[in-house]
């Protein structure tokens, strides 16, 4: 029974190994070949990305500073603080036009493991994606996102709830607006459902925050509907 159990394990070695070889796993950002200890993303690439330590700070942090003023939010978290011609960039990239939904994966379990250790983010019930609408979904094949979320579930234990927010119109590209024209852009498009009633703390799901119009936006629907929730909100970068 051992000797079946060993030479099962070397059969299975030897598929992978057959595998790699025919088909090498590439660094998501790089596209160099991955080691056997490496997965979706290169250590010399993964070396690159400097994480903002957000969770740990007890005044407030710059993303907090961005909505002063705004909207209320109970608490903020970007994994990365964005840079022109950094690894990051090749990564939201390939994360938001190239279909590679593994960096929202890969991404959002760190992100799930910084705030389950920390205790401003521990009353959050529930995580909301920010809504694409049906067109552009289909066309980019996935909502990035959710696909962070999915990823920040895996390892906080926090669920995902996709209805509640709701986008109404395939608005156009925020790339090319200053702030003023995002909010335009934004301010009129979104809906939430009734589920919404049933949280005291959500958390907003989404993978790049800039002037935060889009955030901005979601806060005063959700609060319209639900004006005593508590409001977080979460993404892989901050810009």
Known sequence: MESFKKSTQIGRSLSRDLLHLVYPELCVSCENELTGNEA????????DLTETSY????EASSFDKLFWGRVDLSATYALFS???????QRLLFQFKYH????????????????????????????????PLHPKKEFIR???QSLALAQGIASTSNLPINDGVLKRKHNNSTQTK?????RWENVSSVFAVSEDIKKYKHVAIVDDVVTTGSTVEALVHVIREAHPEVEVSVLTLAIA
């Open 40 to 47: 979706h993303i290169c250590s010399i690439c993964d070396a």
């Open 55 to 58: 969770h740990l700070f007890e």
């Open 82 to 88: 964005f840079t022109k011609g950094s690894v990051l």
């Open 99 to 130: 279909h590679t939904k593994t960096i929202g994966l890969l991404f959002g379990k760190r992100i799930g493991t910084r705030i389950s250790s920390v205790s401003k983010y521990d009353s959050i019930e529930v995580l909301l994606p920010v």
């Open 141 to 143: 094949g996935y909502n």
């Open 177 to 181: 607006k200053d702030r003023f024209d």
